[in-house]
């Protein structure tokens, strides 16, 4: 059945096409787009994500101003829902819209970043030749991020979860002639994949006890503390933990998996092998938070189990702190920046950890929803702006760069601002988000915020090591090769994206999206500011003192600190964990016993099988000779002695 | 001189049954083979015929029977050497040995 509610028509159609109109790019790219409109398919996919994203702005506009409050409660509306796979009354899978503030915010980011990247990719990947491909698969991711953050019921949810997994597979390894793009998708493909086997499981326990898959009706039955749903999944325990909290952790390990949070961060940095939009769009604003959009969504439910809300935050530090030591030592800025990505993912994670629901103290609900949208812009903005380097320079090390800024001018003020966003000097979009996050966690847990604050200059200290890095340092190498900043279609992007990381911070987030739906009146405390700020100016100066002329300054802090800083730059030897337990323990407990027991007895079974058949084939073979009087001879002694049976032995 | 019963003719359809199988099962001529099939069918009728007259004198089942076996041995005889037939037009044979193309 479908329902279209109290909006009339118009309202749902629209709603439709916003994730519609890119999957019709997808199809059309995908099917056409090699022979007939190959010169066109940019132009054709960007115009398709442009309508999209106007539409979802014109969503956002009414839902926030004109129909989305009810008595000054912003409502979870469902304007679309029919029941698509139903296996009993009360458990189906539905394909459906939910509209409430965290949905529609996440409608305006992915399309809106989406269109960046469309416009931006125009120049950045001109006259390659599988350039309708690219724009299909950008169309398939689009289709299916926006998909999972309207999903009004939790399996279309994993359904379009599972789809940016496969468009983000497909878009790192869309170089697939490079033997390292190819082991990075498959890398980002089967971590996520294993992570998603445990959201699969917590989905599962969570609709076993609600006795639902819709959003609202489970949140509503497992918060509640009266309904028998809600008894019966806390009654029930595993290990001395309740169910409850079993399904919320495994949920969490999926959303770990997906925003690459340690220790399923691993796939991250390599994902950077995809072409430097990509990295934008999926790895740095849109699909990376798919994890922070999840336990936002299921937030009220989180909220009524202490230990994995516990668990949210201290992963989400740990991810942060851990990422940012990382990132100070990396020369390939892509991965700077992928290791910033997930520093500032696990700021947002332990601010939901933090948070409590409703009222003041969902502070750290609002602050994670304010991150995530002003990193969304500062991050897509840094990444593309590293594009335009890496396409005026060829290279992603950073020893190949230096002096850059009076080649890229356009580049250099907005990797700037960029820089200063994310490192949180007022008034950049970064700055607020960043201080309510760091509000939050002063109020819940000291331990978190002191971790964070230090991490919060490390953020400063490693995002302008890398700006200083690229814009001065060593004057530049003569780049008599060189062919401006890449147009037009390129710089577009970057100014938007500037301008909307620079006054972001000023939009009054607390009244919009907040745990319960009511504004949440966020208050400024000056002297609480002054920290964090002191921290990040220190973070810049010590950069500037770093990098900003060439010198031997940070090689001989990294030569004192060589314990250290061997292991930073070696990324904590994580991946030579995951290879030590895979190849060393996996491979030799699991694998060979496994493949013996195939050979051999599976194996051996099926051939012992022919082998028996063959063999007796073989002795009673010389039976049907052909010759018609021998059959006569067997049929005349079957008679006889079925004549004799009956006659003397059976009577 | 004493009147044939059920018996002797009994004894008269067994043995030709059995020089019919005999054959059947000796001769390695097809057409000699054939013939011997008569030989098993006829005893059938005799067999039929007996039984009739001195078991059931008053019924006519017996005899029916035997006219629709005459009437099928016309038949299969009609079908038997037209396989014949071709089989020597392919064999150029009527041996039965050398019609063993159906083995394993």
Known sequence: MLGVFSFGIDLGWALLMIPLLPLLGFLVLGLFGRKQIKQSSGIFATSLVLVSAFLSFHTAYGYFFKYGKLEGVYQKIIPIQFTWLQFSPGVSIDMGILLDPISVMMLVVVTLISLMVHIYSLAYLKGEERFPTYYSFLGLFTFSMLGLVVASNIFQMYIFWELVGVSSFLLIGYYYDRPSAVAACKKAFIVTRFADLGFLIGILILSFYAGTLDFNTLILKLTTTSTPEFLSATAASFMGISALTWALVLVFIGGAGKSALFPLHVWLPDAMEGPTPVSALIHAATMVVAGVFLVARLFPVFSMSAPALELVAFVGIISALFAALIACTQTDIKRVLAYSTMSQIGFMMFALGVSGSGGENGLGFTAAMFHLFTHALFKALLFLGAGAVIHFIHSNEMKDMGGLRKYLPITHITFLIACLAISGVPPFAGFFSKEEILLAAYQHNATIYWIALITSGLTAFYMFRLYFSIFWNKESLAHESAHGEGGFAMMLPLVLLSVGAAAAGFIPFGDFVSSDGKPLESVFHWQFSIAPIALGLAGIFTAMWLYKKQNNRSDTIAHSLSGLYKLAFHKFYVDELYLFITKKIIFNLVGRPAAWFDKNVVNGLVNATGNSTLFISEKIKGFQSGKVQQYAIYFLAGVIGLAILFIYVWK | ?104
């Open chain 2, 1 to 104: 001189m004493m009147e044939p019963g059920l018996y002797h003719v009994l004894i008269i359809s067994t043995a030709l049954f059995f020089i019919g199988v005999f054959g059947f099962l000796t001769r390695r001529n097809l057409i000699t083979m054939l013939m011997s099939i008569e030989l098993v069918l006829n005893s059938v009728n005799i067999n039929f015929i007996a039984f009739n007259k001195y078991a059931w004198p008053n019924k006519l089942d017996g005899l029916f029977f035997s006219i629709f076996v005459i009437a099928i041995a016309a038949a299969e005889a009609a079908v038997a050497i037209a396989i014949i037939i071709n089989l020597y037009r392919s064999h150029q044979s009527i041996d039965v040995e050398n019609a063993a193309d159906l083995k394993f």
